[in-house]
């Protein structure tokens, strides 16, 4: 890679780390396995970056690879990737140390599980509905449906965080 | 994005939380990127301990592999009444080079030069399948985007017993963007009427399962996992929810919308999509109160033929109340 490709590159990697750690732990729900997703996913999409055309979809792009690099982890570990029982009783803990600035994985133990994805894609990282309906392969409507299905929960979970509060 | 969904974000993305490992595992990566640590074809530093683990793993289970090969392809030589694979593989070279000069078949199919979509960035035609007493070969023509992540494809065969023909695992990524897959078929007969072909992405996801008809020389692909790759999904939905709208008066359709919420079967025979699909006509208050759950939802069937640009509605059934 040249020397200028490198410097946009560890640029790019840089200004997205948060966004892929979310990405990845909304799928795996495991710090070791988000680790190792990032990790495959930083070397596949150095490998590949000549690959790129369009730079300027960098997020998108390895934001689908890591995506592809987290259901790879599911597959090969036969993990089933919902939350399981220990982290639900756990939830009791960190529900009672509640700290604003751990909010999203608050959030993402709270709704429906099966909208953990959309919810970091949309309110997380940005991404547009046509964006999320092609990274997740799913229409465009799964996703809206989704996305209304999410916002009546979270709705209802700041509701009661401001409840709590207030009260 | 209205006020309540920027309040929502507001809410979520004040997290900012990052573990420490994680982080270390993106300096360590960009160390290695800057100092020119990571040669392009070995992506592996074996000062990393998990990645050495991880390559010591990937060694295991190669050296596992050939011992499973190498005692596998020995029972199979046994099996077929040779002393060992070496005679085997003799056998067959002997006879490989018999055929050289040799026409292989007099009994070629010609089945299609219509591509299929197989994904946004990959398509492929089943152009031939050359026959040879019980061996046949099919031969494929695969187009590829460079950017394609599901590439290298593998491929599984089965003939209308439903026994396997043909398994591939674990294919070289090919250079070209347009080549050709030649799948060389076990066990064909003459009474073979069908073949599916299942084509899988280098993470083994199917991605489409294509019924060959060797009589009608028909091509039926089928998606699987509800997964929508044959045709842009945008366009796709825009037209069936123009379609859809058409179906309804210019009164029944006021205040209200078409949303198409799932697409959950598509079908490609003769030249014709069909594709089953579900959608809610809400109306513009329900929408705005977020109230779309709670509307009616259909079910409905529609057929179009595609010239790659436009769809062309060839017959839209009357939708159902779905249940």
Redesign the interface.
């Known amino acids: 890679m040249k020397e200028e490709d490198k410097k946009v590159f560890i640029e790019n990697i840089n200004n997205n780390r948060l966004k892929l750690y979310k990405t990845a732990i909304s799928i795996l729900k495991n710090e070791d396995d988000a680790n190792d997703a990032i990790q495959e996913t930083l070397y596949s999409a150095y490998k590949n970056y000549y690959n790129l055309r369009e730079k300027q979809y960098f997020t998108t792009w390895i934001v689908r690879i890591l995506i592809n690099k987290c259901y790879d982890i599911i597959n090969k570990n036969k993990k089933i990737a919902y939350i399981d029982d220990s982290i639900t009783q756990n939830t009791v803990g960190k529900e009672d140390n509640y700290d604003v600035e751990s909010s999203l994985e608050w959030v993402l133990e709270k709704i429906d599980k099966d909208l953990n994805e959309i919810v970091v894609l949309y309110y997380y990282n940005d991404f547009s509905v046509t964006e999320i309906s092609e990274m997740l392969n799913i229409p465009k409507g799964t996703v809206k449906s989704r996305l209304a299905r999410a916002r009546e929960q979270i709705k209802t979970i700041i509701k009661e965080k401001e409840g709590e509060f207030n009260g | 994005m209205d006020e ?2 920027k ?3 507001a ?9 420490e ?3 270390k ?2 300096d360590s ?2 160390e290695q ?2 100092k020119n640590q ?1 040669l ?2 070995d ?1 592996i530093d074996e000062n990393n301990g ?2 050495f683990l991880l390559r010591f793993r990937k060694i295991l289970a190669v050296a596992a592999s050939f011992l499973i090969i190498a005692v596998g392809s020995n029972v199979y030589a046994k099996s077929q009444g040779y002393e060992n694979i070496f005679f085997l593989i003799k056998n067959i070279i002997y006879n490989e080079e018999k055929t050289d000069d040799e026409i292989f078949s007099d009994k070629d199919i010609v089945i299609s030069y219509k591509s299929i979509q197989i994904t ?1 960035e990959i398509e492929l035609q089943i152009n031939e399948l050359q026959i040879k007493d019980n061996t046949a070969k099919l031969y494929l023509l695969v187009k590829e985007q ?2 394609n ?1 599901d590439s290298p494809l593998n491929y599984k065969v089965y003939n209308n017993e439903n026994l396997e023909m043909y398994s591939s695992k674990n294919n070289k990524k090919h250079e070209e963007n347009i080549y050709t897959e030649v799948l060389n078929l076990k066990n064909y007969k003459d009474s073979c009427t069908k073949l599916k072909l299942e084509i899988y992405n280098n ?3 199917l991605l489409k399962s294509i019924i060959i008809d060797l009589l009608e020389k028909t091509i039926e692909a089928r998606t699987e996992n ?4 044959k045709i842009s ?2 366009e796709l ?1 825009k037209f069936i929810k123009n379609e859809t709208e058409k179906l309804y008066s210019k009164d029944e359709m006021k205040n209200k919308k078409v ?5 959950y079967d598509i079908f490609y025979s003769n030249g014709k999509y069909i594709v089953k699909y579900i ?1 809610m006509m809400p109306s513009d208050e329900e929408f705005e109160k ?1 109230k ?2 709670e509307t009616t939802i259909y079910t409905n069937t529609i057929e179009f033929t595609s010239n790659n640009e436009d769809f062309i509605k060839v017959k839209i059934d009357t939708p159902e109340v779905f249940e």
């Open positions: 309540e969904d309040k929502i974000k809410f979520v993305s004040s997290d900012k939380k990052i573990p490992k994680v982080n595992t993106f990566f960009i990127v800057e990571i392009e074809n992506v998990t990645q946004d460079k950017e992540l993470n083994g996801v509800q997964v929508i790759n999904q945008i939905n949303i198409i919420i799932d697409i959608f977020d779309v759950q």
